[in-house]
Nanobody, 122 residues
C-alpha cells in the first residue's frame, strides 16, 4: 500500500521552532519530489514549498521563505520541514505530498499524507 505519513506536529510558542517529518511506505520516497502544504481553519490549502528529486533544489512560498527549510535524508528515505521563527499565522494542518516535479510554480501533489497539526500560540 502506497502511503505517506507526517509526524512532528505540536503546540509551540511564537518564535519557536519545529521539525516535521514525512516518511513513505510502499514506495521509495527518494525517487520522487516532495512538497509540503498547509491548511488553516477556514482557508484554502496552500503550498509551502518543495524539494526536487532531480538535484535537491528547493522552492518556497514567499510567506515562509527564510524561515522554513525543506530537506531530505535519502539514507533514511525521509523528508523534513524545518520551521523556525514560527508565527501564529503558521497554525495549520501540514501535509506532505509526492510527485515527479518540483519548481517555483509547481509543487508535487500526486500522493498525500494525512496531515499533522501545528499550532503556534502563547
Amino acid at each position: 500500500q502506497v502511503q505517506l505519513v507526517e509526524s512532528g506536529g505540536d503546540l509551540v510558542q511564537p518564535g519557536g521552532s519545529l521539525r516535521l517529518s514525512c516518511a513513505a511506505s510502499g514506495f521509495t520516497l527518494g525517487s520522487y519530489s516532495v512538497g509540503w502544504f498547509r491548511q488553516a481553519p477556514g482557508k484554502e490549502r496552500e503550498g509551502v514549498g518543495c524539494i526536487s528529486r532531480r538535484d535537491g533544489s528547493t522552492f518556497y512560498a514567499d510567506s515562509v521563505k527564510a524561515r522554513f527549510t525543506i530537506s531530505r535524508d535519502k539514507n533514511k528515505d525521509v523528508a523534513f520541514l524545518q520551521m523556525n521563527s514560527l508565527k501564529p499565522e503558521d497554525t495549520a494542518v501540514y501535509y506532505c505530498a509526492t510527485g515527479l516535479y518540483c519548481s517555483g510554480g509547481h509543487y508535487p501533489s500526486d500522493v498525500w499524507g494525512q496531515g499533522t497539526q501545528v499550532t503556534v500560540s502563547s
